[in-house]
């Protein structure tokens, strides 16, 4: 902070202020004699009095026009403290959007504006040469993306990073959906099935944590491909769907949302169909007990999921191979084990109740006996021979477990696959645009190694950004001989390498440590 002497103060001037809670805070003086300054909070509204010894607490602040700055490269007064002033006030004007040059900064604001997305906004901004005509906006940045890939001819790629929550899968939705209307021919069936392929995704990859009641459990990055002006196809890559998550979840949270709409969405005929019930009566579900989420409707997302697959092209046949293996799993994580002592004392695992192995090896067409030998038997393969070891507790419910992960993570990269069967090209292609939506910077009470998995792939679009922003900037100035002071910004390749540099990060040690039997 720096110092000012008295005479600088003067009533209705702006001022930052530390009120003590550990950052600045924007006011303004409302009051002033020879000892006392008196600053009114524009937080809150609050006094605040000083002493005006108290100089390095009160400093001066540049005041921002009343609907704040659009480009907050623009600011001359840009610290940490006025860019998230610049933010609020924009947000309190329903601007929920700020650039720093081309960089979009997006706050949620959890309630749906729909007009701020309708026809006349695309309209708006289809025609955008210079991307801060016009206040700062998603499709302003689609449409950017888009005329640039058209007039330059160089692939594009929108890369979306912030914390759980922060808003990313709606903004891919948003482009996508900008992308879509600005199409020549915008009905035509690719686009449709592009566009439906995100709820049939979000059903089987998104669920509810305590920090977003839709969050993606898996990174997903869709390519858009485009000839001749028009999209002609896609292609999906996913990554790391957070497996745990299909037979364990904390207090408050849920299973992947697909568990809860099947069982909303079923009529009582298909249920007995599949031996389902409610989901209270899951053990893969009920974990959180909490079943119901008051801003979704189980059963009528159950509804676009069918409608999905149907512009998908999915035969009766493949959603029923869908349904049953979902209804499998639920069957598998409520089959318990007991365990009982046979003669020489040895533990033996003992199937509590049989009608769930009969379900789950009738729904996957498997043999009963081969399916319970599977869940309380290690089979060792020998030369000719195959030895059989009885499971304690704690095995079978994790060879239990192990199956359920095992069978749904095939069936969520199938579908992945599915999709990119369907939407894939068939013609030339010129150019594409692509956009990221990863999974977003988590800390939970407990955090698992998904966790670490999850943080460490935000760190490394961190390092990107940095990369893209600072470092090859900065590159390119000193290169140019431009006279250029250097930013300092907290590069995080220490954090990386303590993770991921080979030989002696975590995750190498880890797998490492993974090929010995019984290690620590
Ligand atoms: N622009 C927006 N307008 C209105 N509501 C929004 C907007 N962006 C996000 N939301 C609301 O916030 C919720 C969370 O957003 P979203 O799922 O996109 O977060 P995310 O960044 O993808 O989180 P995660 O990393 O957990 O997947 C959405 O379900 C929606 O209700
Ligand atoms: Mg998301």
Known sequence: MYCYCYCHYYLGKSVWFDAGAGYPIAGEIVDLTR?????????????????????????????????????????????????????KVRYDHRQFYTYIGSILVAVNPYYMYHDMYSTDYVRKYENILVLHTLPAHIFATASTVHSKMLSDKINQCVVISGESGGGKTQSTKLIMNYLAAVNPGKYKLITEQILEASPLLESFGNAKTVRNDNSSRFGKYIEIYYSQKSIVGAKLSDFLLEKSRIVTHSNDERNYHVFYELLEGFDTEEKRKYGLTTPEKYFYLNQGASMAISSKSDAHDFQSLLTAMKILNFTKNEQETIFKILAAILHLGNIYFSRSVDDPGHDLIQISSKTEIEWCSHLLALNDQGLLQKLTHKVTEARDERLLSPFNLEQALDSRDAIAKALYSTLFSWLVARINQIVRVNNNVDNSIAILDIFGFENFSTNSFEQLCINYANEALQFHFNRHVFKLEQEEYAKEKLAWKKIDFADNTDCLDLIGKKPNGILQILDDESNFPKVN
């Open 35 to 87: 000892t006392r300054i008196s600053i009114k909070s524009l937080l809150n509204g609050k006094i605040f009095v000083f002493s005006t010894d108290d100089t390095n607490r009160v400093v001066s602040r540049i005041p921002l026009p009343p609907e704040g700055v659009n480009d907050m490269i623009t600011m001359s007064d840009l610290s940490e403290a006025s860019i998230l002033w610049n933010i």
